[in-house]
C-alpha cells in the first residue's frame, strides 16, 4: 500500500517561507517519481515539481526561481521548499507518486492524471 503524508503548510505572511515535506515508505521512495500539486480554491490541481527515482528535479516555469524540490533518501522524503510566498501561492497542497520512475522532460507540464496515489494534502495560505 502506497502512502504518502504532507506536513508543513501554514498561514503565512508575503514573503515569507515555507518547507513542505512528503514523506513515504522506503518502497515508494525508491520505485515511483513523485511530484508536488496544488490546487487553489476554485481552480483545477497544477503541477508544481517532479523528482525522479534518479534524482533529477524539475520545476514549472510559473514557480521557477522561488520553488525548489529536494529529496532525502535517508528518510524518504521529498521536500518542496517555497520562498518569496505570494497570496496567489494560496491552496492545498499535494504530493502524489507512480507509475513511473521517470518525471516527464524537463520543461513539461505536469498533469494530475499521470499519477497514480496521493497524499492528504496541505494547506498553505498566504496572507496580504
Known amino acids: 500500500q502506497v502512502q504518502l503524508v504532507e506536513s508543513g503548510g501554514g498561514l503565512v505572511q508575503v514573503g515569507d517561507s515555507l518547507r513542505l515535506s512528503c514523506a513515504t515508505s522506503e518502497f515508494t521512495f525508491g520505485k515511483y517519481r513523485i511530484a508536488w500539486f496544488r490546487q487553489a480554491p476554485g481552480k483545477e490541481r497544477e503541477g508544481l515539481s517532479c523528482?525522479?527515482?534518479?534524482?533529477?528535479?524539475d520545476v514549472v516555469d510559473s514557480v521557477k526561481g522561488r520553488f525548489t524540490i529536494s529529496r532525502d533518501s535517508a528518510k524518504s522524503t521529498v521536500y518542496l521548499q517555497m520562498n518569496n510566498l505570494k497570496p496567489e501561492d494560496t491552496g492545498v497542497y499535494y504530493c502524489?507518486?507512480?507509475?513511473?520512475?521517470?518525471?516527464?522532460?524537463?520543461?513539461?507540464?505536469?498533469?494530475?492524471?499521470?499519477?497514480?496515489?496521493w497524499g492528504q494534502g496541505t494547506q498553505v495560505t498566504v496572507s496580504s
Open positions: 502524489a507518486a507512480g507509475p513511473f520512475q521517470q518525471c516527464p522532460y524537463a520543461g513539461s507540464d505536469i498533469f494530475p492524471i499521470a499519477y497514480d496515489y
Open positions: 523528482t525522479s527515482t534518479d534524482g533529477s528535479t
